[in-house]
């Protein structure tokens, strides 16, 4: 079989929490109370505001000019408070709606930055399958450096009754 004789498939690479926006760019912006926010728009097609966390803003990265967008989202609906927890989903919902509008057939699913522990970021894969699962018809890719993360993402996507995943990249390093 030749190359041009394979489908060409799509994976949207944007849902990691290793993904980041300049605090200086249009990505970001202060609320009307001085918080800084990660800009994006709504279900309604209104711009809104994603408070960043307080765990994010003491960062090293943080202070050099970065946002990682992705986890300050994971982290708003993982933990937030009730409004601030409906950002954080709405905003992984505008990712996925953002990829699913340009093509994208699968969504590529990373949360091994949100913590170095593994237990933390089971959770959070656990999380943004669910949160994903409901928002999208799209596959997800799951993908993380650690293999418990991983299964936990594949018997979520299953749990969830998401459209049948894919395993992207397992390490036999470990």
Not at 102 to 119: F, R
Not at 138 to 157: A, C, P, Q, Y
Request: aromatic letters at 4%; hydrophobic letters at 35%; charged letters at 25%.
């Amino acid at each position: 079989m030749q190359m041009s004789d394979r489908p060409f498939v799509i994976i949207g690479e944007n849902i990691h929490c290793t993904r980041k926006v300049k605090r200086s760019g249009p990505r970001c912006k202060k609320a009307p109370d001085g918080m800084e926010c990660v800009v994006f728009t709504d279900a309604a097609g209104q711009e809104a505001l994603l408070p960043i966390p307080e765990a994010i803003r003491k960062t090293e990265g943080f202070e050099g000019g970065n946002v990682p967008h992705v986890a300050a989202a994971v982290q708003q609906g993982m933990f937030g408070d009730g409004e601030n927890r409906k950002l954080g989903e709405a905003y992984i919902g505008w990712l996925a709606a953002r990829q699913e509008k340009t093509g994208s057939q699968y969504l590529d699913v990373n949360v091994d930055e949100i913590s170095p522990e593994i237990d933390r970021r089971n959770a959070a894969m656990k999380w943004i399958v669910e949160l994903l699962c409901r928002q999208t018809k799209l596959s997800l890719s799951i993908d993380s450096s650690e293999v418990s993360t991983l299964r936990i993402g594949l018997e979520t996507v299953k749990k969830s009754g998401g459209a049948r995943p894919m395993l992207n990249s397992a390490s036999l390093e470990r």
